[in-house]
């Protein structure tokens, strides 16, 4: 195992001495922008990925589903189900996700990434599997009743994976890497939006002449389509159990340096790294067995160095009173034995590029009779975190942040859940696949309109973000979706009726494009933003508020869509839905506001967000 060391360079320019203290070992490698994708970083993308695939895959398939559902158990309401009987059957697995990004985000926090990574996908699993075997009682709950409820437990498990896959996976990765990286877990929401259809259209290929004798028999097509769903999570369970905590963590929040090294030496490539030692560097020593690294280690900007050290050896000690504990405007000062430092403008003493970001500096006498926080017991984390995220978020810059990816989040998914959870009925209004068709035909035709609107419009557009979301940056990426969403959106709701009589592939053509900003947009970057803009100790938490956030308007869109749509016309006609995609089109607007509120990440450390 490496030795827990601290590397620090001291240079001295004129009559002003400053010793750079750069991060431990583990954080550097984290944060080396030489580095592009490494094995440990492979290996946490495909232990998220598959998991989120599944996330994806159970969310959507319920679109392909409820009309089956409607043959089935509600012949005598014109093989539909009722309107107050959908929304809050689509809405249950958005209620689930709600308690479950709260709930995990906060366990992520308080008991680590590793104690809590792998218990959402288990619930995952034990879910899909209860959905696919979902059956009636003799005497009052029927199989849609079962199925409702353990898609609420489907959703808790889906919710924890939201904060706890994002958040392992922007800690594990390398600072030109980390978007990227988030990106690629959520783009597999894009494969299991594709793979829903295609699966659906060849379970019913399958048992078309079953079908067609007798519709009944889509009991057996509707169970398999969401029982293959368990599939990847039950392939990938044992890896997020075995994965090892982040480094971040244990260097920010537990104060366990040993531990992230180990964590990044269970990687051959780290192994070589680790050994390799910075010739002009002094090391600090541990002192009585413990790390002497203060963490979390600040990010300090060039124009902003230490308080120099006299020629004479005595450092210019700051008040007590000019301590800001974190609660002012600039970064926390480093405490360095029982001293505090300011950090203060010094641009007289630096002729370097101020624009440079990653100098961390302070000043002391003795560097190696540093003696800096201990390890940090799980209860002793627990005991403190909560009320420090009260003390974090009740600053508003702080707070400030946080609503902005919480709202932009919340907005998104009404629109998005509005018309992702419902296009096959979209599609039906328009004309595509008419209701009054046989079960098989429509059914199929169906699937087949989801799979275009994927494979043309959503899947590219996570394809895009993947590929210019380190390039262009989150929120340039996010103002354009929710533009561009925002324009097909009314454009969509005013032309509904010249599209419905004159051409269906236009309106086909529009509504891909919507997905594909929604996509290479908004969907993307409120997913990857929350991973980024926060400190180690509250990233999870603040993440399952922020995706909450979005499931408290998912469930808004599944319990009005159908009523909304209804409004001035009979039940099941959706007379509004012109008007409804308007609505959603002026909301996409709105939130370009929002996102003026939230930093932009790109190219920049996690430890800049750490005070």
């Known amino acids: 195992m490496a030795e827990d060391r601290t590397i620090v360079r001291t240079t001295t320019t004129h009559t002003t001495t400053t010793a750079q ?18 094995w440990r970083q492979i290996r946490t993308l495909v232990i998220s990925s598959a998991g989120f695939f599944t996330d994806a895959y159970d969310i959507f398939i319920i679109n392909l589903v409820t009309p089956m559902l409607g043959y089935i158990y509600y012949k005598d309401d014109d093989n539909q189900m009722p309107s107050g009987i959908q929304g809050p059957f689509k809405g249950m697995v958005s209620f689930g996700q709600l308690v479950g990004q709260l709930t995990f985000g906060f366990l992520g926090d308080a008991f680590g990434r590793k104690a809590i990574y792998g218990l959402e996908l ?11 075997t979902s059956a009636s009682t003799v005497e ?19 919710g924890g994976d939201y904060p706890m896959s994002s958040t392992v996976a922007a800690e594990w990765s390398t600072v030109n890497t980390r978007g990227k990286m988030v990106a690629m877990i959520f783009s597999m929401q894009g494969v299991g939006q594709i793979v829903a259809p295609l699966v659906t259209m060849v379970v019913l290929a399958i048992f078309r002449g079953a079908v067609n004798s007798n519709v009944d028999n889509l009991d057996y097509v509707w169970r398999i389509c969401i029982g293959v769903g368990a599939i990847p ?11 090892p905590e982040s480094p971040r963590y244990s260097v920010n929040v537990q104060n366990d340096i040993s531990a992230a090294q180990s964590a990044l030496d269970s990687f051959p490539s780290s192994r070589k790294k680790s050994k390799a030692r910075d010739p002009e560097a002094v090391d600090v020593e541990r002192d009585g067995g413990e790390s002497v690294y203060k963490t979390p280690y600040e990010e300090i900007q060039m124009n902003q160095l230490s308080t120099p050290v006299t020629t004479e050896g005595t450092p210019q000690h700051t008040p007590p009173s000019a301590n800001n504990n974190g609660n002012s405007d600039l970064p926390r000062s480093p405490t360095i034995g029982s001293f505090d430092y300011q950090q203060q403008n010094n641009n007289s003493n630096n002729n370097r590029d101020p624009s440079i970001s990653s100098a961390r500096t302070l000043a002391t006498t003795d560097i190696k009779d540093t003696v800096l926080p201990l390890k940090k017991s799980q209860k002793q984390i627990r005991q403190e975190n909560f009320q420090d995220f009260l003390v974090f978020f009740r600053k508003w810059k702080n707070l400030k942040v946080l609503l902005g990816v919480s709202l932009c989040w919340f907005f998104m998914d009404i629109a998005f859940y509005g018309t992702n959870l419902n296009q096959a009925l979209i599609l039906s209004s328009m004309g595509f696949a008419p209701e009054d068709e046989p079960p098989w035909d429509t059914l199929f035709k169906q699937a087949i309109g989801n799979l275009i609107l994927s494979a043309l419009g959503a899947f590219p557009g996570y394809i895009v973000s993947v590929l210019l979301i380190e390039k262009w940056g989150r929120k340039p990426i996010q103002f354009l979706g929710f533009g561009m969403v925002g324009i097909m959106f009314i454009i969509l709701g005013a032309a509904w009726n010249v599209l419905h009589d004159t051409s269906v592939a236009a309106f086909i053509v529009i509504f891909a494009i919507a997905q594909f900003f929604f996509n290479f947009g908004p969907n993307t970057t409120t997913f990857v933003l929350p991973a980024e803009v926060f400190p180690t100790r509250h990233r999870a938490k603040a993440h399952g508020i922020a995706s909450a956030s979005g499931k408290l308007g998912a469930i808004i869109a599944t319990f009005a869509f159908n009523a ?5 016309g009979p039940e099941g006609k959706r007379h509004f839905l012109p008007g409804v995609l308007i609505i959603f089109g002026v909301i996409m607007l709105i939130c370009i506001f929002f996102t003026t509120w939230v930093p932009e990440t790109k190219g920049r450390s996690l430890e800049e967000f750490e005070n």
Do not use: H, M
Request: glycine content about 10%.
């Open 140 to 158: 009052g709950v029927g199989a849609v009743g079962f199925l409702g409820f353990w898609r609420f437990i489907l959703g808790f498990g889906i």
């Open 122 to 132: 288990l619930v995952i699993i034990i879910a899909t599997i209860n959905c696919a």
């Open 233 to 243: 999570a039950v392939l990938t369970v044992y890896s997020r159990f075995t994965l």
């Open 21 to 38: 203290i750069l991060p431990p070992a583990p954080l550097q490698e984290l944060d080396d922008t030489s580095k592009r994708f490494t």
């Open 564 to 568: 909304l749509a209804d409004v001035g």
